[in-house]
């Protein structure tokens, strides 16, 4: 992955607020009734149409659910403004960013950083 990016001078920018990407509505039911709560770090591949091309979790959540609830609510609603390279022209490139799942009504729900 690194030989693709290594061209990218203008980074992939979110086209949205990150902050819709999750919401309450979200919470993986399971981890409801468990009460599971957590941070997921995840690191996103972005393809030069804007539309993530891989999600990998970079720092796991210690929940199944969570860190698989992550990548699939990301992937389905993010996206991007492509990166670009030395000619202005969109190329892949890479996004980071850390999902903090809350309970919901605790702390206002699941938060994006």
């Known amino acids: 992955m690194s030989a693709i990016l290594a061209a990218t001078l ?3 920018m979110p ?5 819709y990407w999750v919401s309450d509505n ?7 009734q468990r009460k599971e709560e957590g941070p997921v770090a995840f690191s996103l591949l972005i393809a030069p149409n804007g539309r993530i091309a891989n999600c990998m979790i970079t720092q796991t959540s210690g929940f199944a659910d969570l860190d698989e ?3 699939a609510m ?3 609603r993010g996206r991007f403004k492509a990166a670009r390279d030395e000619n202005a022209a969109a190329t892949y490139g890479s996004y980071r960013g850390l999902l903090s799942w809350r309970l919901p009504g605790k702390l206002g729900g699941p938060s994006y950083r």
Not at 15 to 19: D, F, G, Q, T, Y
Not at 26 to 32: H, M, R
């Open 10 to 12: 203008v980074p992939a």
């Open 15 to 19: 086209a949205k607020s990150p902050a």
């Open 26 to 32: 979200d919470y993986p039911s399971g981890a409801l």
């Open 69 to 71: 609830r992550t990548c």
């Open 74 to 76: 990301i992937a389905s």
